[in-house]
């Protein structure tokens, strides 16, 4: 998901990562942390945790392929390609080892990390998101009819979706707090207008095919799981299966927390965070 606050006018390095350009940002000093932002988000929309994080950490943001000011390859995306663009840009920094946290798709890119590259992980933090769309929980019917899809869709009602359709249904179910939603929702509107969303398909498409459950088992790196109690995005349920199936994993429900959790309870996320990592 997009949050609110982009610093969309900042000038960041590129560098050439897994065949694309990928555009990224270093902020702050000590042991690395890589944070991995969700469906049509952009590098600026960590500022919340980035200023703060920033004092304790070497904090790594950047754009995913498909968004901001990396390369859109019209094409399919697939999480795991995602995943090497992030090690991709992890070996350009020489930066062997870092904490890895990721929200919505995100957390996704993350598992695949993780997963694959088990040896590159201090500790991995999993934010409002799932291990496919197979696992308990699913989706919830109102934002599938809200993105044109049903329950059961297959990967060519993927592919045929209105992505406009389905980028206005996400920013609506996204928030909770009607004071950030009033803000948040024209404003990614007018970004999408603005930068437009060519990428945002490919993303989509990766997220809604990702499928980590049956590898969950494979993450060696200490854990953390945090879900909103009140995401409408990605069911809370969610992060009981992956907490249950990834060895040693912690479990942490914000009560009333949206899909943007990050923001919305911004306070409380960046607490646990920092808590989970220091310890």
């Known amino acids: ?41 952009e590098c600026g929309d960590w500022v919340l945790q980035a200023r703060t994080f920033k004092r304790y950490y070497r904090v790594v943001t950047f754009d995913n392929r498909g968004v901001g000011k990396s390369d859109k390859p019209a094409e399919s995306y697939v999480v795991k390609t995602m995943a090497d663009d992030t090690v991709g840009l992890m070996d350009y920094l020489e930066i062997d080892r870092a904490h890895i946290l990721g929200v919505s798709m995100g957390g996704m890119i993350a598992q695949e ?10 500790k991995l933090v999993l934010v409002s998101t799932n291990a496919g769309k197979d696992e308990k929980g699913g989706y919830p019917p109102e934002l599938l009819k809200a993105m044109g899809l049903k329950e059961g869709f297959s990967d060519k009602d993927i592919r045929s979706v209105d992505i406009g359709k389905v980028t206005n249904a996400l920013n609506a179910h996204a928030f909770n707090s009607g004071a950030i939603k009033n803000v948040a929702v024209p404003f990614c509107w007018v970004r999408g207008k603005l930068f437009g969303i060519e990428g945002m398909k490919g993303q989509f498409e990766a997220a809604m ?10 993450i060696k790196a200490p854990t953390l799981v945090i879900a909103g109690t009140e995401d409408r995005i990605i069911p809370p349920g969610s992060a009981d299966v992956m907490a249950s199936r ?32 220091a310890h």
């Open 246 to 277: 990834i060895p040693g994993a912690r479990l942490v429900k914000i009560e009333g927390g949206s899909h943007t959790l990050v923001a919305e309870k911004r306070g409380r996320f960046n607490r646990e965070v920092l808590d989970f990592l």
């Open 1 to 41: 998901m997009s949050f609110i606050y982009p610093n969309m006018l900042s000038e960041m390095p590129e560098v050439r990562v897994n065949g694309i350009n990928i555009y990224y940002r270093v902020q702050g000093k000590g042991e690395p942390l890589v944070l991995i932002m969700g469906l049509g988000g």
């Open 209 to 218: 095919t990702h499928s980590a459950l049956d590898r969950l088992h494979m």
């Open 113 to 122: 990390v993780a997963i694959n590259y088990p040896e590159r992980v201090r």
